[in-house]
Structure formats: structure tokens, C-alpha cells
């Protein structure tokens, strides 16, 4: 059974940066792509990022491209969300999503593996 447990959340300042990771656990990781989404109260859960199991392509939703990169470390099991130039509506629950082998997935019903998520806040 897969286990993703994400870390680095935290409260900063509008145009900080954040280091978000998700270690995997349980299975192969290397046979896995892996996403972030993120939910903000009262809205629905969004797709932010993906890499596939392949190590690539990437795909970055419109609202995060340039600012945030997604990277993966096969040694470690662990995937990375590196987010710079922080913005108060990128506040949100980050949520680390797994996926054996398939294309990276914008819906979050394609993921069949989630983390408990990370608070990301940030101030104006």
C-alpha cells in the first residue's frame, strides 16, 4: 500500500519561497508519477503540478508556471514542490497524489493515492 506523507508547509510572506516534499513509501516509486494539487476553503480541490513516472514531461497549471518546479529524487522516494514568488491566493492545503504508471492527470479522481496535505499560508 502506498504511503505519502508531505512536509515544508508553513506561513511566509508574499514573494518567499517554500520547499515543499512528499515521501513515498510502500511501493515502487520509480513506476509511479506523482502530482501536487492544492485546495483553498470553500473551493475545489485543483491540480498544480505533475511528473511522470518517466521523469518527464512536466505539466504546471497557468496559475503556477514559472513560479513553481516540481522534481523527483528515484534515491529517495521523494518528490519536491519548490514554489517561489509566493502569492496570498496560492494559500492553500498542498496535497502530494501518486498514480502506478499512468500520464500525469489533471483531475484529482485519475490519482488513486493521496497524502494527509501540508498547510501552505501566505501574507500579504
Known amino acids: 500500500q502506498v504511503r505519502l506523507v508531505e512536509s515544508g508547509g508553513g506561513l511566509v510572506q508574499a514573494g518567499d519561497s517554500l520547499r515543499l516534499s512528499c515521501t513515498f513509501s510502500?511501493?515502487?516509486?520509480?513506476?509511479?508519477?506523482m502530482g501536487w494539487f492544492r485546495q483553498a476553503p470553500g473551493k475545489e480541490r485543483e491540480f498544480v503540478v505533475g511528473v511522470s513516472w518517466r521523469g518527464g514531461p512536466t505539466y504546471y497549471a497557468d496559475s503556477v508556471k514559472g513560479r513553481f518546479t516540481i522534481s523527483r529524487d528515484n534515491a529517495k522516494n521523494t518528490v519536491y514542490l519548490q514554489m517561489n514568488s509566493l502569492k496570498p491566493e496560492d494559500t492553500a492545503a498542498y496535497y502530494c497524489?501518486?498514480?502506478?504508471?499512468?500520464?500525469?492527470?489533471?483531475?484529482?479522481?485519475?490519482?488513486?493515492?493521496w497524502g494527509q496535505g501540508t498547510q501552505v499560508t501566505v501574507s500579504s
Open positions: 497524489a501518486a498514480r502506478m504508471l499512468g500520464n500525469v492527470g489533471l483531475k484529482s479522481d485519475e490519482w488513486t493515492d
Open positions: 510502500g511501493r515502487t516509486f520509480s513506476r509511479y508519477s
